[in-house]
Every structure is written in C-alpha cells, then in structure tokens.
C-alpha cells in the first residue's frame, strides 16, 4: 500500500484532537501547542501570528499564500471535489491538501481515487488540529464540525431525490436535511452551494438558518460533462462502439437499486440484443463499488463482460460513457440527470420502494417516462419510440441552472472566504479523458442466419446464448477449445506484419493455418483469416481458397466498416445454403447490424495465400 494511502486508512481510525482556544496542549509526539492557538510545526518552526503559515521546507508563506483542504467522506465525495479543482487552477498562491473523513461505509474507495490524483494527504487527526483558509465538502455528515476554517459544502449528487431509510429526517436528502446542515444548532457550512433555486426553495422550507448560508452556483460535475460533448466520437471511438447503439444501464446504490434487484440485467441485456447493433454499458454508483469491492464487482459481471458489457470506471469515465451514449436505462439514482442534460433518451427501470422522494422532479419523471417492459431488441425499440424530448429537458431544467456559469460562480465565493482576487484568466472546466475501459469482444459467437439469393441478414449473440441458431463461430487462439470443437467457422486476425518477425521466428500462412485447422477440427466447415477490415482470405472444406472483400457502408458523410468476423458468418451461411459451387466472382449483399456491406468472393492469389500471421 502506498504511504499516503496508508497514512490515510490509518489515521481514519484515529482518535480526534481538538483542543480549545487558550489551552496549552501537548501533542502525542511530544510538541506544545502555543497559547494563542498558534501551534508549533513537526520540524520545531512556529507558525507566524498573523495567520501566514510556514512551508515544509522551511520557507515561509508569503500574505498572500492559502491552504485550502479537502475532506473527502467517500469516493463520490471526492469525485465531486476534484470536478471543482479548475476553480484554483494556475493559481500558485494555493496549497492543496486532501483528507479523508472517517466513518462512511463507503470510504475505501476514496483511498484509491486519492492516490490515483496524486494529491498530498493531511491524516484527519492532523487535519483536526489545524487551521485551513478554506476548506471544501462534498457531504455534510462525519464530525467535520472539527475542521477549522470557513467551510465551503457542495452537493454530493445532483438532484437530492433520494432519501436514506433510517437516518436523518425521514423523507428529506441528507444534502437538504437540518440533521446534518445544523447539528446541535451550529452550521456545518459557511457557505452551502446549490445547483438550481428551487433547491434553495425546498431548504429554506425545512430550514431557514440553514437556507441562509445556501447560494445557488449550478452544478461544477455538470460543467465538465457539458464541456465535453464535443468529443462523443473520440469517446465512442475508444468504446470501440462503431455504428452500434450504445445503451447504458445506471444504477445507484442500496437495496432499491437496479444492480441490487436486478443483478442479471446486463447479461441478459447481452444474451437478446445482437451484439453487431447494441453495445452495453453498466455506470455502478462508487457506493455500490466500495460495498462489493472492485474486484468482486468485476467478477460478478464476468460473463457479461466477456460478452462485451463495458463496465465503466465511477471517476469520469462514467460521464464520459453518458456522453457517448445513445439511450439510458435508469433507476432512481441522479446519474440519469446528467444524461437528461444531454437530451440522451430515458427508459425508467425503477420499481418503486421506500427512497424515490414523492413529488421530486425524478419521481414525477419516473411516473410518466417510457419503461423497459421486457428483455428484447422489441422492448427496448418500443420504449425508445415513446422517448419524450420535452420531458427529459424538463427533468435536467428542475435540476441545474447556471449551466455555463457554475466555475466561475463557485470561484467568486471561495475567493470571497479567501481574501484573495481570483486568478485573472477565465475559469473553464476540464474536458473529460476519454474512457479506458477495456472493450471486450466475445470470442466466440452464436449466429442467427437469414438467407435469400445473394443477400444474408446475420445477428450475432454471445456464445452462452441458448436460442436456437444456424452456426457458431469462434476466434482461434482466443475462444476455449469447447467452442472451438464446436464452431462451423473458425477464424484468426492476422497479428503482425513480416516486417516485425524476430529472426528464426516461424509463422503460418494464411492458406496454411487453414488447411490445418480445417484437419484438426472436422466439424469446421470454414476456416477464415482476416487479413484487414477489408479484405479476409478464407479456405472451404470442399478445399477452395477464396479471397473476399468487403466494402463499407455510406452513411452520410461517414465510411462504417462491418467486423469482417461477421461477414464471414454471412458467407458461412451463403455457403451452406447453395447446392453447386458459385461462379467467381460472387457478389453478396450481408445484412450486418441492419445494413448492407458488399462482399466480393473471388478465387485468392497467391499473394494472398502467403500472407504471414
């Protein structure tokens, strides 16, 4: 475990210091605190009575130098805070430091996403005793009433239409609950920001003391989902998404939500929706991530996964996926605010229960918005068709405003508690990185074939799909030799040019590796290898090699490319289902993810047989 994580975990558990003013302390390592509340520094030096502080390598702090901290209770509450970083950027009169909270469930995971930043850590008993010009939340709850310094509380999601059965008030987001904003009478925040007015609204209704310390900014989480939608192709470009319909599933965490009550969805979503026209995503909130485990999460998922389910990572990559997103199936959770921000399609998949807050804008959503009635390419065309533009703009309206604006409205209040001018440049948020998820492809496919003339519509599923079908196609040297035995088409990519052999290496041909396949697995009737995207050399077990090119299909101003894996299962059917022996070359028209890619088949040149893999 790296030290500052481990620094972290430990102090999390520590005991919490806090001595009063005019007290002369003795710190555990054997330091005295100074009377005036100044407190000497571990290296012997004494912090300057005027407020300035001095650095770890003893230089000190000029007037104009802040320290500004971070507390962090979970990994969403961090993920929120480092969305507000742009705020100081540039600005070298700022010293960054971050702490974790002690007490949440859910804190574990905040340890990785601290060390992933690269952030400096503050442990909280250390945290506790000192003083801070500023410092940031993103939850009111945890004793962060030990923290000195003015206190900035943003929100720890968007919406707050979610209440916590058995804590705090009952039917009220701790985000807007007196419980937490004023525990024994005394205000947690100095400033409280909100997203949208009538936020500000529903807590001055509960609280006015509370409410008079909120100032509406807008939403900073939302700034950077909106700064990036300009890269939706580079981000579906990295999902390896294609010309497919990215449909996400978003679920929140505890017992109502969709993973908890539905935790075979996204395989089942998998086993009906073609794989060459849906690409599946799951957005787990980092709560569910920090009860389960990262690993264990992963596994439980393995066989979606290995399906092609693109599991996305809870910091950024999950905005990101929303960005790149076609269509979103939700529960309650307010992950499906921002893909409402961006116009994405809804589908309700929420069954009701004891959270869903009665009369908040989600709720009133979720009772008219279309839902996912059943499992099925069907199902989900039929929701999609009563998608509602108005309603979904509605829904983000209730919940962000100041849209564009939030950055440099957040900026101009912790500046206020500052001192200081802002940084004269503009404040703008950061575009999101694009998703790093591994994408996997099945290696090995069940295939539905439909076959007409020269035309042949195929749908490929994954291979644990037990519908009937008319082949199974397996990736040689990827696909367990289970599937391999029992695959009509076996196929390989070629791996690597000549050019990049070592000497003395060996390598197949193309013409070669099929000719032996096609001897060591006798229920293969088609060997195939792709070349290129375009172009596929392919040996039939009546013993002819056949070369084949795929042209792409024109959609507008853009080229698709179909995977050639699929076009040789169209052509695995068009074989099986002629008579005689076609006349080269053949033209045949194959129906992937509903449109039309030409191949030609034509006898392969030599060239093509001696093609190095």
Not at 85 to 106: E, K, M, N, Q, Y
Not at 317 to 337: K, M, P, Q, R, Y
Not at 371 to 382: A, N, R, V, Y
Not at 510 to 537: E, I, M, N, Q
Request: overall charge positive; aromatic content about 6%.
């Amino acid at each position: 475990m790296p030290a500052d994580e481990e620094t972290l975990l430990n102090c999390a558990n520590g005991v919490q210091d806090t001595p009063g003013a005019g007290r002369i302390k003795q710190s555990g390592d054997g330091r005295r605190a100074t009377g005036d509340g100044r407190r000497a520094t571990g290296d012997g030096r004494r912090a300057t009575g005027d407020g300035r502080r001095a650095t770890g390598d003893g230089r000190r702090a000029t007037g104009d130098g802040r320290e500004v901290l971070f507390a962090a209770r979970s990994a969403t509450a961090l993920h929120r805070l480092l969305d507000v970083l742009p705020v100081f950027a540039g600005d070298d009169r700022i010293s960054r430091r971050f702490t974790l909270v002690p007490g949440s469930d859910f804190s574990i995971e905040a340890l990785t996403a601290v060390e992933r930043a690269g952030a400096r850590t503050v442990p909280w008993e250390e945290a506790c005793r000192r003083s801070y010009d500023l410092v940031l939340l993103a939850s009111p709850k945890g004793d962060i009433g030990l923290l000195r310094g003015p206190r900035v509380l943003l929100p720890h999601g968007a919406g707050f239409g979610k209440t916590v059965r058995g804590e705090g008030s009952p039917s009220v987001p701790s985000g807007l609950d007196p419980a937490f904003l004023l525990p024994h009478g005394r205000a947690v925040a100095s400033v409280h920001a909100l997203a949208h007015p009538s936020q500000l609204t529903r807590l001055a209704s509960v609280s006015p003391q509370a409410a008079a310390r909120a100032r509406v900014v807008g939403d900073p989480t939302l700034e950077r989902v909106l700064a990036s939608r300009s890269h939706r192709d580079h981000y579906r470009a990295a999902l390896a998404t294609g010309g497919r319909k990215l449909i996400v599933l978003t679920s929140t965490w505890g017992p109502e939500s969709l993973l908890r009550r539905h935790p075979t969805w996204p395989a089942e979503l998998l086993a009906v929706l073609p794989y060459d026209a849906y690409q599946v995503a799951l957005i787990v909130h980092p709560n569910e991530r920090s009860r389960l485990g990262t690993f264990d999460l992963a596994e439980s998922l393995s066989p979606a996964r290995d399906a092609g389910l693109v599991l996305a990572d809870a910091y950024e990559e999950w905005a990101a996926v929303l960005v790149a997103a076609d269509a979103v199936i939700t529960d309650h959770g307010s992950t499906a605010l921002y893909a409402a921000a961006l116009g994405r399609p809804l589908i309700g998949a929420y069954d009701g229960g004891e959270e869903l807050i009665p009369g908040s804008p989600m709720a009133e959503f979720l009772e008219r918005c279309p839902h996912l009635t059943e499992l099925s390419p069907k199902g989900l065309e039929d929701a999609l068709a009563r998608h509602r533009p108005d309603a979904v703009k509605a829904l983000a309206d209730s919940a962000f405003a100041e849209r564009g604006n939030a950055l440099e409205r957040l900026r101009s209040e912790v500046y206020r508690l500052l001192d200081l001018a802002p940084p004269a440049v503009p404040v703008h948020a950061r575009v999101l990185p694009p998703p790093r998820a591994a994408t996997r492809v099945p290696a090995a496919f069940v295939v539905r074939a439909w076959c007409d003339g020269s035309h042949v519509r195929v749908e490929r599923f994954p291979a644990f799909t037990d519908a009937p079908a008319h082949h199974m196609a397996a990736e040689y040297g990827v696909a367990g030799e289970r599937h391999v035995q029992s695959s009509g088409l076996l196929y390989r990519r070629a791996a690597r040019p000549a050019s990049a052999l070592p000497a003395m290496a060996m390598a197949w041909t193309a013409a070669g590796w099929t000719a032996d396949v096609l001897d060591d697995y006798p229920g293969c009737r088609t060997a195939a290898v792709v070349l290129s995207p375009s172009r596929c050399l392919v040996r039939l077990r009546s013993g002819a090699s056949l070369a084949v090119r795929i042209s792409p299909y024109r959609d507008g101003g853009r080229l698709l490319h179909a995977d050639p894996a699929a076009v040789l299962s169209a052509l695995h059917a068009w074989w099986g289902s002629r008579a005689g022996t076609a006349a080269w070359p053949a033209a045949v028209t194959c129906v992937v993810g509903g449109r039309p890619f030409q191949a030609v088949v034509s006898p392969a040149t030599a060239a093509e047989e001696q093609a190095l893999l």
